[in-house]
């Protein structure tokens, strides 16, 4: 769709318009104010500089991995216990962290209107990361020390090999026992924030870009609807007929489906949806189908929430779910696990690390006989098939097929997966109404029977509204 160099011209004015409208509002409202709290990984630093011999790149990669959890699910709601009751999870978005350069200081950020309340939820977001930090480190070496214990009890008998062997175990042993007891903590404040130290905030670029980003949506709205572009979007009732694949079932659009790692506590109908599916995917997995891709002809129609439902419904049955992030151009999956998303994918990849290095576990083995496992995307890449086609990522992906029962790769948006075809078993697609042109789906849908013919399972209609469903 070409644009003359008028309309150029008119969204431009609009775009400055709304920019200055945005200042214009900053100047009369303007009352938030900023403060900052200090946290360090290494107490005993002088002023926080990296002393010498210590490998500060490793250490900035530390820092800016603590960084990305401060917005995260479960370091929201740790902060939300030291905040008044009537504080939600909405806070986060006044939430910032980012190392201090050339230091081993974290700086977390809050705006708010009172500097009172912002030092509080400055703090409070400080000490959720330490806790949630000292928790997960405190999970880790529980996890290594029951894995060393299961090594020592396993050796059975008495050679000097075995001696040896025990010997060493010991040793790592006795090492994770004393990091559990007198390690120091991964991250520690060491300068909260006060009122006092609150300073002004005046949002200029904040309040510009909402006025700039406001007046340019309007246009292109107006513009959309001028256009016809909506009515080139398929209706759930043909979008089956367009994918041109078998309907497997379809999935509501409700609440407790857009947190399936936390909520399961679904209504009857939602939960025979998720049913019918887990039944035709462990059908198909027992013929054979292991290694499932999982794609969609667009983004947004819910691939990843779709791989995070049947892994959960999956575990309940006592199999143990491997869900691969593959859309390393825009990984996301990391909000939802409430894990570092780096290293991942990419670097297994590479080589550069080993698959137990970079696989999660999300389940409470306490509670559930199977298991969910993510293995993020990792670093974001701007041409993810280059990466997914490497041989080294191949013999990875085979490997690990002898480790779970079931493997769910979270494709990129419009991936056929040509470069993955030797690893995947099958082709789950995902459609959901609204999200992609006619177009799109039928070019979409063509490629994908040229590359992998009889291996596509079928669709899955998602977030579909209650008259959709009765309609499809």
């Known amino acids: 769709m070409k644009m003359s160099r008028a309309l150029l011209v008119a969204l431009l004015i609009v775009t400055v318009v ?39 790149p490793e250490i900035a990669r530390t820092l800016e991995s603590d960084a990305q959890l401060i917005r995260i699910a479960p370091v929201v709601q740790i902060a939300l216990r030291e905040l008044p009751r009537r504080t939600d999870g909405g806070v986060r978005e006044q939430v910032d962290a980012a190392p201090v350069s050339g230091t081993f200081m974290l700086e977390v950020t809050a705006r708010e209107d009172g500097a009172e309340r912002a030092a509080a939820i400055a703090n409070a977001f400080a000490n959720a990361l330490v806790e949630y930090r000292r928790n997960w480190d405190a999970a880790r070496l529980k996890r290594a020390g029951d894995a060393v214990t299961v090594r020592l009890k396993s050796l059975d008998n008495d050679g000097p090999g075995t001696r040896e062997q025990r010997r060493s175990l010991e040793r ?13 903590p991964p991250l520690a404040v060491v300068d909260g924030a006060t009122a006092a ?18 007046g340019l949506a309007l246009a292109i709205l107006v513009l959309a609807l001028r256009r016809g572009i909506s009515s080139r979007r398929i209706p759930p009732r043909e979008l089956a007929r367009v994918h041109d694949q078998p309907l497997l079932g379809t999935l509501p659009r409700h609440r407790s489906l857009r947190t399936p790692l936390i909520d399961d506590a679904h209504p009857i109908d939602v939960s025979a949806a998720v049913e019918q599916l887990t039944e035709h995917l ?12 999982i794609t969609s002809a667009a983004r947004f129609e819910g691939r990843s929430t779709v791989a995070l439902i049947l ?51 999300l389940t409470d083995t306490e509670t559930e006989r199977g298991g969910v496992f993510v293995l993020h995307a990792g670093d974001r890449v701007t041409h993810p098939e280059h990466v997914l086609a490497t041989p080294e990522l191949q013999r990875r992906l085979q490997s690990l097929r002898a480790e779970f029962d079931a493997i769910l790769i979270d494709a990129p948006a419009g991936f056929v997966g040509d470069e993955l075809a030797s690893s995947v078993d099958g082709v789950l697609v995902v ?14 849908a063509s490629q994908l029977r040229a590359t992998h013919d009889g291996a596509v399972m079928g669709l899955v209609l998602n977030a579909l509204r209650p008259r959709a469903r009765s309609a499809s």
């Open 172 to 184: 790592r042993l006795a090492d994770i026992v004393t990091q559990e007891t007198l390690g120091e």
């Open 431 to 444: 459609g959901r109404p609204g999200m992609a042109s006619r177009d799109s789906v039928t070019t979409f």
């Open 197 to 214: 130290g609150a300073a002004r905030a005046w949002p200029w670029a904040r309040y510009g870009a909402i006025g700039a980003a406001a």
């Open 311 to 361: 892994a959960r419904a999956l575990a309940s049955r006592g199999l143990h779910v491997l869900v691969v992030e593959a859309d390393l151009a825009h990984p996301k999956l990391a909000d939802a696990t409430g894990r570092p998303s780096r290293p991942g994918l990419a670097a297994l990849a590479a080589g550069t690390v080993q698959a137990d290095e970079v696989i999660h576990n």
């Open 282 to 293: 462990d059908r198909r997995r027992r013929e054979g189908a292991r290694s499932v891709l």
């Open 18 to 56: 709304g920019a200055g409208a945005g200042m214009l509002v900053a100047v009369l409202t303007a009352g938030e104010f900023e403060a900052r709290t200090l946290l360090t990984t290494h107490p005993d630093a002088a002023n926080g500089a990296f002393p010498v011999g210590v490998a500060a």
